[in-house]
């Protein structure tokens, strides 16, 4: 069983950055996507940014295009989604997920907040 962990999640003003790490206790040979959803309160869980474990190709939702960047560090099957440029519509919680031959493993989810 896949155990995912996020972390570094908290409260930043609009125009801050966080950066949010996951760790996944697989071994990468079995991993082959990581990334970020995120659910507003009262909405449904959205897309945000994934990178494919075998040649490190990346996706990125329209709305954080250019602001966020997901990133991977093999040695510790561990990706990063650095937040720039954060507004309060960014504010939600976020969850992290490995695909893998035997499904989806989600984390527990981070929490966000971009106020003033």
């Known amino acids: 069983q896949v155990q995912v962990v996020e972390s570094g999640g908290g409260l930043v003003q609009p125009g801050g950055s966080l950066r949010l790490s996951c760790a996944a206790s697989?071994?990468?040979?079995?991993?082959?996507?990581m990334g970020w959803h995120r659910q507003a309160p009262g909405k449904e869980r959205d897309f945000v940014a994934d990178?494919?474990?075998?040649?490190?190709?990346?996706n990125y939702a329209d709305s954080v295009k250019g602001r966020f960047t997901i990133s991977r560090e093999h040695a510790k099957d561990t990706v990063y989604l650095q937040m720039n440029s954060l507004k309060p519509e960014d504010t939600a919680i976020y969850y992290c997920?490995?695909?893998?031959?035997?499904?989806?493993?989600w984390g527990q989810g981070t929490q966000v907040t971009v106020s003033s």
């Open positions: 997920y490995a695909d893998t031959p035997l499904g989806r493993y």
């Open positions: 697989e071994n990468i040979f079995s991993i082959y996507t």
């Open positions: 990178l494919l474990w075998s040649g490190g190709r990346t």
